[in-house]
């Protein structure tokens, strides 16, 4: 595992991106205090998507709502799009992913 940041840099209920060996990596915090992290470029048309909606599920692209699994990094309503997805943990308020 790779340290990317504090934990105290993700506000609750939101995502920012971290750059881990070359690549962008969204890192959200959900409502129940969780973690979870996928590729942050949108493969539809690079969106950011750190910058969009999350809920304890999905992360919704800001440009053009592509829906992507938190935890599979699929496109959820059938497109063939998909993100990576990481594990990730917080250990004494540091963020760790594991990239693959």
């Known amino acids: 595992m790779i340290e990317v940041?504090?934990?105290d840099e993700v506000p609750v209920g939101e995502?920012?991106?971290f750059?881990?060996?070359?690549?962008?990596?969204a890192v959200f915090r959900l409502r129940d205090g969780s973690l979870?992290?996928?590729?942050?470029?949108c493969p539809h048309k690079g969106?950011?998507?750190?910058?969009?909606?999350?809920?304890?599920?999905?992360?919704?692209c800001p440009?053009?709502?592509?829906?992507?699994?938190?935890?599979?990094g699929r496109e959820v309503s059938g497109?063939?799009?998909a993100v990576p997805s990481y594990a990730v943990e917080a250990v004494d308020g540091t963020i760790r992913v594991t990239p693959n």
């Open 79 to 81: 497109v063939d799009l």
């Open 19 to 25: 750059a881990v060996d070359g690549k962008q990596i």
């Open 63 to 72: 440009l053009h709502n592509h829906t992507f699994d938190l935890c599979t």
């Open 36 to 41: 979870r992290a996928v590729g942050a470029v």
């Open 15 to 17: 995502g920012r991106t």
């Open 47 to 60: 969106g950011p998507l750190a910058d969009g909606l999350a809920d304890d599920r999905v992360i919704v």
């Open 5 to 7: 940041g504090r934990l």
